[in-house]
């Protein structure tokens, strides 16, 4: 009986907290109107991959989108904090960067953002990885990460940076 008890309880908990933030959402959360997307606001095609604000702060502003992820190569610096900055504009996609702490999942609608600090320079892989349809297993991107001082030296002659120097 007091097993039955504790399993009510907990099920009762689920229930109320479900509700609650479904009415109710967490004031952190941002959204984005799917059907504009690629039109207004920032994540416009000219707004996409990394750009070093006008306060220093480094961030990557990405859109993934079946089956691919725009930008599809992003450049980041060794050393700094990079703020990712994401959105989904049809499916639920995520993404892991290889070998690092960088994962996070990409939702239509809502803007996904962390911020992570890359220790060593190279290539890395970026694959989806939610499934996300019959083409998820080709939906990769790439992370190159630049030593600090080659970085910010092609970020001055750049307002968003990609792998291919200009």
Not at 144 to 160: G, H, I, M, S
Request: hydrophobic content about 45%.
């Amino acid at each position: 009986m007091v097993v039955g008890l504790i399993i009510a309880v907990i099920v009762l908990l689920m229930i109320f907290a479900g509700l609650h933030w479904a009415s109710m959402p967490p004031s952190r959360v941002e959204t984005v109107n799917v059907r504009t997307l690629h039109l207004e606001g920032e994540f416009v095609e000219g707004n996409l991959g990394t750009a070093v604000d006008p306060d220093g702060k480094v961030t990557v502003r990405l859109v993934a989108q079946q089956y691919s992820f725009e930008p599809q190569c992003i450049v980041v610096p060794q050393g700094m904090p990079v703020t990712f900055r994401g959105t989904s504009a049809d499916a639920v996609h995520g993404f892991i960067v290889g070998t690092t702490n960088a994962n996070t999942m990409l939702i239509p609608g809502f803007v996904a953002t962390f911020t992570t600090t890359f220790n060593q320079t190279g290539e890395h892989l970026m694959p989806c990885h939610e499934y996300c349809g019959i083409g998820h297993e080709a939906m990769w991107a790439k992370v190159q990460v630049l030593p600090r001082e080659d970085f910010l030296a092609r970020a001055r002659n750049t307002e968003r940076m990609t792998c291919v120097p200009r």
